[in-house]
Structure formats: C-alpha cells, structure tokens
C-alpha cells in the first residue's frame, strides 16, 4: 500500500479551468477572457520592447551565474524601492526601508506573511477587502494567519461601498493588520477616489492599523506610475509604516521570470538593518536565494534612463489599449440596444472588470458564445481586442437583455 | 561553487550556447509556467535521476515539481510530509539529519513546521570515514515512519558517501522499519563525473519499491546557481497515488511562489531533451567533475610527499565539492590568520577553490599547520 492512500485529489484551480475549457472549444469565435495576462489588439502575448532590449544588453555583457544574496540583486531591490514611493520620498532617501526580492508578487506576499507570522505578536488577524484576489486568503493562512474581511465591492452599484468599508475598518481591533490593493483592485476594478485614500489613510492610522498594500498593477492601471502609486505614498507620508508587496509580471511583462519585491518602511535605517537579517533568515529555507533573470531584466530598465522612458511609454500604451477596450465595450453595448447601465465597465480600472453579470448569464455566455470568463463575472479587460468586442457586446446583450 | 583553474566562475560551454538559441526563438514569450513547471523541463529532470530505463518511469508512477534550486524542492517536499505523510499533522513526526548535514535542511524542515528534528550518526571523526554502525543502529531505534534526510551522493559537509554495500544495508533496514527516504540530489554528475554512478543510491532504492521523494539541484551540475533550477522527483506506489500527491504540491506551490521562474528551467530542458547538447552537458559536466578529482590527488601526494603527519587518503576517498580535513580548529584558524587560506571552522575546504597555482601553498600550509599546531 502507499503512503499516499489518504491524500484527497485537489481542487482544480477555478482559472486554469478556465482556460483548460476554452482550449478544448472548438468555436472560431472562442473568447478567453479568464487570462490574468496582458495580450495585443491581437490577441497575442506582448513581450515589451524596453524588456527585448534589456535582454540583448545582459547577453552582450556575457555575466556570471553566480548565486544572488539572500535579499536579492541590489541594483533592482533599491530601484523596485524607488519606484513604488517615488525618488523624492523621505523614507527611500533617508534610508529607514528594507525591500527584499520576491518570487513576483505571490513570493512577495508570502515572505511578508510569514514575517508578519513571526514578528508581528499583536495580532494574527488579516483583514482583506470583500472580495479579493483569490489566492490572498491561501497564502496568509498557510503562512499561519487568520483572515477576516472588510466591506469593499458593492454588487448593487457595481462599484465601492465607502461608507461600507469605512466603517468596518474603523471597527477593527487596535493593531490588526489591513490588507489593501494599490491600484487597480483584483478582481473588481474597483479603486478608491484619491479623496478616499485619504479618509481611509486617516482611520488606519487612528486605528493604529498595519497597512499591507499589494501593488501588482503600477502603472499599468492608470498609465501613469505616480499616479498609481499615490496611495502608498500618501499613507507613507501621513507616517503610516506600511508594508508592501510589488510586482513586474503585469507592468513589465515578465510574468513567468518572477520579478517582485517585499519593502517594509521602518522607524529608521537601523531598524531596517534589523528586519533586512530577519526576512534573510525566512528567505533562506524557502528557496535560498531568489532568480537572477526577471530582476536582471528590470533593473536594467529602471536604472537605464532611455529603456526607462521607453518603459513608461510601452506601460501607457498597455493601460491606454486596456482603457480603450472598456470604452467600445460600452459603446458597443449601446449600440446593441442595451438599456442597463454599463458605466462600472469604465468606471472600473486596470486589468479586470466585475461586469455584475450573475452565474447562470456567465454559464450562458460560455455555452452558447464559447466566451470564457470566471462564474464571478470577472473579466480580462486584457482578453478583448478591436476584432471581438463587437461579438463580447453582442452575446452580453443577449444574456442581459 | 565550482571555480576554473583560474579561479573564475564557469558558465558552461552548452549553457551559453542554449541561452543563445533561446534568445534567437522569436517564439519564446515570458508567459506564465504552469504552476508545477515547465513540462519539458520536469519530465527530464526525473529522468535524469531515476535513469532512463526505470521501472518508476515505465509503470507512471513518478511526478516532478520545479522547483526553486534544491532548496525549494525540499521545502516544497517538506511542506507535502508536514502535511499529509503520517495522517495529516505531521508536526511532531521525527525528521533525521545526518551529523553533520548543511545546516539549512533543520531550517527547510523547521519552517515547514516540524517540531523534532534529530540526528543520525555519520561523521566518525576519529577513523575520517563513515560511521556505518552509529547510522544502522539510529534507524533501528528511530520511531517507525520517521522521515530521513539522505545525501545522493558528495555529502555536504563531509564528501564522505556510504558505499553500494552500505546503502544496502541502509535501505534494507530503513524497509523494514518503515522509514522515509527524503533524497537531496545536489551533485548528480559533478561528484564522479557519471550521472548514473552519482544516481546508484536512488535508484537503488527505486528498485526496492521503496516510495520517495529526491530534491534535485542544477545549480552546480549545470553552473545555474542564480537561475534557480530545481525539481522535486516524487516516486510512488501508482499513478493514482502520485497524481494525488502532486495535486496538493499544487495547493502549496500557489501559495508559496505562485509558478517557477522560466529561464533556467529551458536552459535544461533544451539540454536534456537534445542528444547532441546532452552529451555536451555530460562533457562539460565531467570536466569539472575532473578538475575536482584531480585537485584532491594532487592535494593528497603532496601531503604524502612533505610526509605530513596523519593520514591523508581520506582526500580522494572523498567525494564532491566538499572535503572534511581533519584539521581542528586551531589549525583553522591558523590557516586561516597566518596564511589566508581560508577554510570552515570544521575543517571542511572546498575543493573548488584549489588551482594548479596554489596547490603547492596550500599543501604546505596544511602541513604547517598540522606539525606547528596540536
């Protein structure tokens, strides 16, 4: 008999089964709007040209493999750092941070929970916005953390329930943790007003909250990485000491080279000395020490002026194709006679859209349109092109109307 | 890591090519792997391990996850044990590690939540060998089903491998007390420069039906430290078994990184996949193999030569990257004050780091430090 007679088969992942069932159809018309990828007016995988011209640089300078520190390639640790609080921040200046390199956003995430596992004694409670990424809740928990949950996504308006989060955060416990999305909110598209940011800025901090923010969308929500950026750095400013999770799979393409980053703001330069040896401690029996190749590749753009600019040029070009897809979805809506109110598909920013649409509209919209999406209604804004948005709108209106 | 005569890094000769041939395929994206990895690479790397013609392979009862380096294979193997291994907390079932190990597997295994972490005898200081009997006698008297850490081969401190015979009697004891073999494969190929002399142990315990779980490393063996390439090789009793197993490291994947990083894992699976670049690898796999042997004769006759007092075979009995000396502490740290050799406080010298230019210096200052220092 084996050892492994008493293991459970896994659930399969909901979006992989996504994309397993569109691949199996059959349908020319087939739409994969399940993809957490960013795709061409095409409908391809675009590997920026900032990213093209970083790899011929590295190859040419014919480099090592030798191992990386524990904490990451400096060069890009450093820059990932400025990047998200911005080159004038008086945290990155003086110094009183630590950033560390992640495996992308998700190894970001962990390492900072399992920090959080291991220092953070005031509380185990995490508390995310209602709802959030999938694999949030996962990862806190198998780092040892309990989840709990704010109100954030109101379904009837399709849009933020303020007064709803508000509220409930100014009831947590003194002390607990906060999680929050920086920009472009997964999977609802759903983002605070800067004039929100604020409010919220000013209850955790009364509260005494720890800010945990994951940034996996900079620059790529607005197309502009201040912009985009502004919520962390107004929390830092207002002298929040947040925690923060960043990644390059979206903004820079690098999806499967795992370019990410863990910053936490301390009190000063010594304390970040002091949490830096802790997270190499955590770092070390996870995998040793992170990958050269994805870092490699963003920190030449981000500390080369010429890919840099070329950098921000190609993010804007991705948001600006993003954003001018939720318009002709819209106004293809119109024009298809449709008399809902389709305004959240606009309203909503970055790589995904809560379209309020119920389950058995979605199951529809799969069946008989062979247009794949999670029974959610989210869908990837990043999926549609000029060539299908008139098919989208078309079989939407038909489930709807 | 492995050093030229020089003294310098080593991409390999086949690395540099693929990368080449990668960076030439305008098919090639940066695209999202699968979650357990890219296919290629993990159907490869098992097979490296377990050797072509495994019954392992022929009756699919085996599975792989990349895996970040050998480090992440074990975590993720480790995490798996905790998990599900003996009922489904694991948390106080016994974990062995030999005396001495690289100290990371008590933090791998640590962090993934295990509570008793013990230790197998296995470096006897006195005779600089194994310590077979002090080993047979900890599996005979730890608990049944406890999990045992093993060193495929070049063990890491010691570079001192139990011989065939001796596995052997270790697999046929660790069968009968129902223990755990949990293999960390870090050197396959770079310890005697054959890939299936450096793979006998596992396949050995394969082909004694055992069911287990081997952490295989390419950062030395393919020179792609910084790539993080690693693969977590799951043996089990059928594919129904395995399929199950690899289910849940799914679930443990996700949320520890997501899906591994893309670019070493081509580099290897291009290799591996190709007869041509495969004997390549195994050529420049074996050069270094060969710098490495030759360092420790090299070491050992000079040793011999200035009549060092002691014994000194124990420099080319030894395996891999690693050598234990024998040198105590003060000796240490004579070499490492007086004559800037610098060494392990356990003696331990990496062989790597000799070159045909400072054999000489340091034979001489061993034997310094041997004659000068008690």
């Known amino acids: 008999s084996s050892w492994w007679s008493h293991v459970e088969m896994g659930p399969p992942d909901p979006i992989l089964g996504v994309t397993e069932a569109y691949k199996r159809d059959t349908n020319s018309k087939k739409m994969n709007l399940g993809v957490g990828a960013y795709r061409d007016d095409n409908g391809k995988p675009y590997v920026l040209n900032c990213v093209r011209k970083a790899e011929a640089m590295i190859a040419a300078k014919k480099m090592d493999k030798e191992y990386l520190p524990i904490g990451g390639l400096a060069d890009f640790t450093r820059a990932s750092a400025e990047l998200a609080l911005g080159e004038n921040s008086e945290a990155f200046k003086s110094g009183r941070y630590v950033t560390v390199q992640g495996i992308s956003g998700t190894g970001s995430l962990r390492i900072g929970a399992n920090f959080l596992q291991r220092f953070f004694k005031a509380s185990r409670d995490v508390y995310l916005p209602k709802p959030s990424w999938g694999n949030h809740t996962p990862i806190f928990r198998d780092a040892g953390m309990q989840l709990q949950a704010y109100r954030y996504y109101d379904p009837k308006t399709c849009s933020l329930d303020f007064s709803g989060a508000l509220d409930d955060i100014s009831k947590i416990p003194e002390k607990s943790i906060v999680l929050l999305h920086a920009c472009a909110h997964n999977p609802t598209g759903v983002d605070p007003r800067q004039e929100q940011w604020k409010e919220l800025a000013a209850v955790v901090k009364k509260r005494n909250l720890l800010a945990y923010f994951d940034m996996a969308y900079q620059g790529f929500a607005s197309g502009d990485i201040n912009r985009d950026a502004w919520a962390v750095r107004h929390f830092i400013d207002q002298g929040i000491n947040i925690v923060l999770s960043q990644s390059f799979a979206k903004n820079m393409g690098l999806y499967g080279e795992r370019a990410g980053a863990f910053t936490v703001i301390c009190s000063d330069a010594d304390e970040a000395k002091r949490v830096e040896s802790q997270l190499k401690i955590l770092i070390r029996p996870m995998y040793s020490n992170p990958p050269m190749n994805g870092a490699r590749i963003a920190s030449l753009i981000l500390n080369t002026p010429d890919l840099r600019k070329e950098w921000l040029t190609e993010v804007k070009s991705m948001a600006d194709r993003i954003i001018s897809m939720r318009t002709q979805l819209v106004s293809n809506l119109k024009k298809e006679g449709s008399s809902h109110n389709w305004q959240h598909i606009t309203d909503q920013i970055g790589m995904f859209c809560f379209t309020g649409l119920k389950a058995e509209q979605v199951e529809r919209l799969i069946k008989e349109f062979s247009i794949y999406m999670t029974k959610d209604g989210r869908i990837s804004v990043a999926g549609v092109t000029s060539g299908n948005v008139g098919y989208l709108a078309h079989a939407i209106h038909q489930v709807t109307k | ?374």
């Open chain 2, 1 to 374: 890591a492995y050093r030229t005569d020089e003294g310098q890094p080593w991409v390999l000769p086949v690395v540099k090519k693929v990368e080449l041939m990668i960076a030439n395929d305008n098919s090639l994206n940066h695209e999202y792997l699968p979650i357990l990895g890219l296919p290629e690479f993990r159907a490869n790397a098992s097979r490296i391990a377990l050797g072509d013609d495994s019954p392992a392979i022929k009756e699919n009862r085996i599975g792989s996850v990349q895996s970040l380096g050998g480090t992440g294979a074990l975590r993720i193997g480790a995490e798996f044990l905790r998990r599900w291994y003996n009922g489904n907390n694991n948390t106080a079932t016994p974990v062995y590690v030999s005396t001495p190990t690289w100290e990371n597997h008590n933090s791998v295994f640590m962090d993934a939540g295990f509570k008793d972490i013990r230790t197998y005898h296995y470096w006897d200081a006195a005779k600089r060998g194994l310590d077979l009997q002090g080993l047979l006698n900890d599996l005979e008297h730890a608990p049944e089903f406890s999990i045992f850490v093993l060193h495929a081969c070049a063990h890491n401190p010691t570079g001192t491998d139990p011989t065939p015979e001796q596995w052997k009697q270790i697999a046929a004891v660790m069968k009968r007390r129902c223990l755990f073999p949990f293999f960390d494969s870090a050197y396959q190929g770079f310890a005697s420069g054959s890939l299936d002399k450096d793979a006998w142990a596992v396949r050995y315990f394969v082909s004694e039906g055992f069911e287990l779980f081997c952490a295989q490393s390419f950062s030395k063996n393919f020179g792609l430290y910084n790539e993080r390439v690693g693969n977590l090789t799951v043996v089990g009793k059928d594919a129904d078994n395995v399929q199950r197993v690899l289910s849940q490291m799914e679930k443990i994947v996700r949320t520890t990184w997501s899906n591994p990083p893309s670019q070493g894992a081509r580099i290897v699976a291009t290799t591996l996949s190709s007869p041509q670049l495969f004997d390549e690898w195994k050529g420049n796999v074996k050069t270094m193999a060969d710098r490495v042997l030759l360092m420790r004769s090299e070491l050992r006759s000079r040793l011999e030569a200035l009549g060092t007092p002691g014994t000194w075979n124990h420099i080319t009995d030894q395996i891999g990257m690693f050598s234990f000396t024998g040198l105590n502490p003060k000796q240490v740290e004579y070499m490492v004050k007086e004559k800037h050799i610098y060494l392990m406080a356990s003696g331990r010298i990496n062989m790597c780091g000799l070159t045909t230019k400072n054999l000489d210096y340091v034979a001489k200052s061993i034997h310094e430090a041997v004659t000068k220092i008690q």
